[in-house]
């Protein structure tokens, strides 16, 4: 079952959202803060940190140096000096070289990087001159230095550093720059000519995403900043230490530990003052009817990602992302759906689910399979080639399952679908998801910072590349997402019916064409568009009406490697 399968993982691994898709969490977080409060207030959830992208530690470099336990408070940035940077730049380099899924001509790496340092001064100019690289400023040369002639990250370094130091001889704005804001430069520039899905996280944005992928030391609420400066609790997180604490809805933190917030305190004066290790303990001040003390101890705080309801005998599932607690609550909430009664079957929905931790998405796919593979990843580092089974058991007992997907759909959704689809135990619905199949593994750097970096891309079950192609759908709902009369409803459940052998051909071209085909596969995906979906459309009607329709729920299942010409 799922939890074993977690523990025989080798190391974990990230699967981090599209950067496209980060901006749509955001534009829908913004949407939903101003529907809950006032227009001139704003709403922050302690709950999440400023990104959901999971990630974990390099495999074979063991756990994390981080605890969630212990870490918090803010990360001072350090001056930027030659001892520090050798050491962040040699590590990072030989990263790079040894473990991004393509070979990385270090030259032009390095160099892209060294360009990005523009970025804080641009009358900066790097160029690579036959073997070596020169630094000028305003047009004027300041310094030429040789290439290594070996590939080591530490001589590469060197190189590094000697040139950014030359510049900042010359250049006052890059003088003053600490060292967050030159490794900040210098990685989001090499990092970006390699693929959008590589990137550096400096030491407090890397401390927020591992608070949001395996929690962090918190009390549990979500609260609101009104324009008036007041913090008042929105929301107690059940069995959160402030719901054990007697918190409600309404209280106005007004100090803690006995220190007042300023005037005007933003959402990091809040987060950096209630958070802390876990277990140690917070006093708040409260407001309510008269000034109240309430002492408390901080508790891991693991952001909540599934959500279910029971519906006229059919359990709902919407799975919203996956950190490391997503597949024990995907197992709670079925078991749960079903101690209810009798159910016809499932729907997971994964609509705008972008993305998660690999052992999550492997475990919560295990949940429903009672053997077959998952999933395989493929890369040029040894480690990177990894081979992941289902374990016997069944969770649901072999009860229909139909899966939400969209084109925010990303990732660990991607792997749960097509583990689910291709062994004929789900059918998917809505339309072609995002189509980001690869997987990143996370370095941590000595700066106490993150480098994130693509090594390897996933297969499907039936062995097609889920990276720019995505998971198809059976039943396909591109453009009338939102339409819900009965008429649309019965066109899509009418194709499942009649169109049965070009759907057949359709899901047998996914399978079988090539990586390389990158024409053919565009051409596969325009079959169903890739497109946002609201809650409450015309997929989950198709849903319920397959789930009550056993007829048509093993016709549409039958579709899945089906031999199109026998049909």
Request: charged residues 20%; hydrophobic residues 40%; contains cysteine.
């Amino acid at each position: 079952m799922a939890r074993a399968m977690v523990s025989r993982l080798k190391g974990r691994v990230l699967i981090p959202m599209p950067p496209l898709l980060l901006s749509i969490i955001e534009r829908k977080a913004l949407s939903l803060m101003m529907r809950i409060v006032r227009p001139w207030s704003w709403l922050f959830a302690l709950l999440v940190g400023l990104s959901l992208a999971a990630c974990a530690p390099m495999p074979g470099s063991g756990p994390s140096p981080y605890d969630p336990a212990t870490e918090s408070g803010r990360i001072p940035s350090q001056p930027f000096t030659r001892q520090n940077a050798q050491n962040m730049l040699t590590q990072s380099y030989v990263a790079v070289s040894s473990r991004y899924i393509e070979p990385v001509d270090m030259a032009d790496f390095v160099l892209a990087g060294l360009r990005g340092l523009s970025r804080i001064d641009p009358d900066l100019t790097f160029r690579r001159l036959g073997g070596s690289f020169t630094v000028a400023r305003t047009g004027r040369p300041v310094a030429g230095f040789p290439m290594p002639s070996s590939g080591h990250g530490s001589d590469w370094a060197r190189l590094s550093i000697d040139v950014i130091q030359a510049a900042r001889a010359v250049s006052p704005t890059l003088t003053e720059a600490d060292s967050e804001a030159v490794y900040d430069a210098l990685f989001d520039a090499a990092l970006a000519s390699l693929d959008p899905f590589s990137r550096y996280a400096g030491a407090e944005e890397a401390r927020l995403n591992r608070g949001s992928r395996n929690g962090f030391g918190g009390i549990g609420i979500v609260f609101e900043i009104t324009d008036a400066g007041a913090i008042l609790v929105r929301e107690v997180i059940a069995d959160g230490p402030a719901d054990d604490a007697g918190l409600r809805v309404g209280d106005r933190i007004v100090a803690v530990d006995g220190e007042p917030f300023p005037a005007q305190p933003t959402n990091r004066d809040v987060r950096e003052r209630l958070r802390g290790p876990v277990g140690a303990p917070v006093r708040l001040t409260i407001r309510r009817d008269a000034l109240v003390q309430v002492t408390l101890d901080r508790g891991l705080i693991v952001l909540p990602t599934v959500e279910w309801s029971r519906e006229d005998g059919i359990g709902i599932l919407r799975v919203s992302s996956f950190n490391q607690a997503t597949a024990e609550a995907v197992a709670v909430a079925v078991t749960a759906a079903r101690t209810r009664g009798d159910l016809r079957g499932l729907i997971l929905d994964m609509r705008g689910n972008p993305g998660g931790l690999l052992d999550q998405a492997v475990a919560t796919a295990d949940l429903f399979l009672n053997d077959g593979t998952i999933v395989s990843t493929r890369g040029r580092h040894p480690e990177a080639r990894q081979f992941y089974s289902a374990a016997d058991g069944d969770i649901a007992d072999g009860l229909p399952i139909v899966v939400l997907m969209d084109g925010d759909s990303a990732s660990a959704a991607e792997i749960v679908a097509a583990a689910l689809q291709d062994d004929a135990r789900a059918v998917v619905i809505g339309t072609t998801s995002y189509g980001k199949g690869t997987v990143q593994t996370v370095v941590q750097l000595p700066n106490r910072g993150e480098l994130t970096l693509t090594w390897s891309r996933f297969y499907s079950p039936s062995g097609y590349v889920l990276h720019g192609l995505g998971v198809p759908p059976v039943a396909c709902t591109s453009g009338r997402g939102g339409r819900t009369e009965p008429a649309e409803v019965e066109r899509v459940l009418n194709d499942l019916r009649q169109q049965a052998a070009p759907i057949a051909r359709r899901l047998a071209s996914w399978r079988h064409t090539a990586f390389e085909d990158k024409d053919r596969r565009q051409r596969l995906r325009a079959l169903c568009p890739a497109e946002h979906h609201e809650p409450n459309g015309l997929d989950e009607i198709v849903a319920r009406h397959l789930l009550r329709d056993p007829t048509l729920y093993g016709r549409a299942i039958g579709l899945i490697g089906a031999d199109a010409a026998r049909l």
